[in-house]
């Protein structure tokens, strides 16, 4: 079982940067796909990137181009930098993980959902 604890997030203007992060607590960090899901105002979740343990990397069309996932398996933290942001971007931030990219993919988490990070994106 994985604790998963996000940060990062704030407020930003449209076109600007930021980082989130989410650190993992336990041993098998690495032998997971972890992956990064949003939830906008009046959405439902949808996931936004996710990494293999080997660094395979997927994005959904929205953010390619734009986001950046990347993961740092000696501190058991897996990192999504945005760029080029939009207010559609607005939505609260959540990390997870699962045995696979794909099954992350269909929007699936296997760990208890942490308290995600919220980013806000003015225009």
């Known amino acids: 079982q994985l604790q998963l604890v996000e940060s990062g997030g704030r407020l930003v203007q449209a076109g600007g940067s930021l980082r989130v992060s989410c650190v993992a607590s336990?041993?098998?960090?690495?032998?997971?796909?972890m992956g990064w899901f949003r939830q906008g105002p009046g959405k439902e979740r949808e996931f936004v990137a996710g990494?293999?343990?080997?660094?395979?990397?997927y994005y959904i069309d929205s953010v390619k181009g734009r986001f950046t996932i990347s993961r740092d398996n000696v501190e058991s933290t897996v990192y999504l930098q945005m760029t080029s942001l939009k207010p559609e971007d607005t939505a609260v931030y959540y990390c997870?993980?699962?045995?696979?990219?794909?099954?992350?993919?269909?929007?699936?988490?296997?760990?208890?959902w942490g308290q995600g990070t919220q980013v806000t994106v003015s225009s």
């Open positions: 997870n993980g699962h045995s696979t990219l794909g099954t992350l993919r269909s929007g699936v988490g296997f760990f208890s």
């Open positions: 336990g041993r098998t960090f690495s032998s997971f796909a």
């Open positions: 990494i293999s343990g080997s660094g395979i990397a």
